[in-house]
């Protein structure tokens, strides 16, 4: 059973490009979250996807935008990038966001570590 | 608001036991996660509370005092490969979706 996978692993730009970074969520997951992660710093909630739907978005700009598919597979874009876009971008994935329970555990992928110069 | 604290560094020594401290002020809460994440790699999870006491699961156990806004993890027989990130995650419930909100982490260093 495959776990959350998210490609590219590394991912170099300059500033003004865009990225778009891919999530597969694991087996069975139909919703997904994303985070940006800086050195020393815990997760900040991106945004989430639910069939095909941004449900529910953190303290982000409009820069940032995504994309949910059939398959329940996800992307992230940043556009105009910034120095400080640079992080490790993660996904997770988890079952029904509106029940209750273990069933909601969110489990991520290794991340995408974007680096803006 | 929302606001979620935990020491930024422990050291503790192989064979030991720590515990580390998480305290809490969400808008709305259902639950909380603590996450082990090693240097470079995904967090993985660790532990759910959703009420009051301790969950135990092997050398790890978490405890949860809604009231106090209070949770810690404990973890036994401490080995180096446990030297690594915890995290500490709320999931906070508005417009009727969840997302986690994380603390920075706490880094703990296993020494022999």
């Known amino acids: 059973d495959a776990g959350v996978t998210q490609s590219p692993t590394h991912l170099i730009k300059t500033r003004g490009q865009q990225v778009t970074l891919r999530c597969s969520p694991k087996?069975?997951?139909?919703?997904v979250s994303w985070y940006q992660q800086a050195l020393g710093q815990g997760p900040q909630f991106i945004f989430q996807?639910?069939?095909?739907?941004?449900?529910q978005r953190g303290n982000f700009p409009d820069r940032f935008s995504g994309h949910q598919f059939p398959n329940y597979s996800s992307e992230l874009n940043v556009n105009a990038l910034l120095l400080g876009d640079s992080a490790l971008y993660l996904c997770?994935?988890?079952?029904?966001?509106?029940?209750?329970?273990?069933?909601?555990?969110?489990?991520f992928g290794a991340g995408t570590r974007l680096s803006v110069l | 608001g929302q606001n979620i604290d935990q020491p930024t560094e422990m050291t503790a020594t192989e064979g030991a036991i720590v515990q580390i401290n998480c305290t809490y002020q969400?808008?709305?809460?259902?639950?909380l996660f603590w996450y082990q994440q090693h240097a470079g790699e995904a967090p993985t999870f660790l532990s759910y509370?959703?009420?009051?006491g301790l969950e135990e699961k092997g050398r790890f156990s978490s405890f949860l005092s809604r009231s106090k806004g209070y949770s810690y993890l404990l973890l036994k027989e401490l080995q180096m490969k446990d030297s690594a990130s915890y995290l500490c995650a709320v999931r906070d419930v508005e417009t009727g979706f969840q997302k986690l909100v994380f603390g920075t982490g706490t880094r703990l260093l296993v020494s022999p």
């Open positions: 996807y639910y069939e095909e739907e941004e449900r």
């Open positions: 509370n959703v009420l009051d």
């Open positions: 969400t808008s709305g809460f259902n639950g």
């Open positions: 997770a994935s988890s079952l029904d966001p509106q029940g209750v329970g273990a069933k909601n555990i969110q489990y």
């Open positions: 087996s069975g997951h139909d919703t």
